[in-house]
């Protein structure tokens, strides 16, 4: 089992770039993450993950302006996101084992 904690989330003008992390209570080495989102109103959408081999994909709606990354001495995942756009507002989460951080509130003014 693994305790997941997000940061990083704010208000940002469109176009304008955040990093969130995720801070995990134990070794993340080899062990896929993931991150998700979840609009006002709909459903939790995977956003971008990032496998226990290193490799990662992206929703088609974040490809080229999201980037996942980890830092394995740190117990640390990011999610590094540029040129927001306001339907990017959301809750984002962080996923590991079965486990679900409390989220992080983005919300991207147009």
């Known amino acids: 089992q693994v305790r997941l904690v997000e940061s990083g989330g704010g208000l940002v003008q469109a176009g304008g770039s955040l990093r969130l992390s995720c801070a995990a209570s134990r070794s993340l080495f080899r062990i896929a993450m993931g991150w998700y989102r979840q609009p006002p109103g709909k459903q939790r959408d995977l956003v971008a993950e990032i496998t226990s081999g290193g490799s990662t994909n992206y929703a088609d709606s974040v490809k080229g302006r999201f980037t996942i990354s980890r830092d394995n001495a740190k117990n640390t995942v990011y999610l590094q996101m540029n040129s927001l756009k306001p339907e990017d507002t959301a809750i984002y989460y962080c996923?590991?084992?079965?486990?679900w951080g409390q989220g992080t509130q983005v919300t991207v003014s147009s």
């Open positions: 996923t590991s084992l079965g486990q």
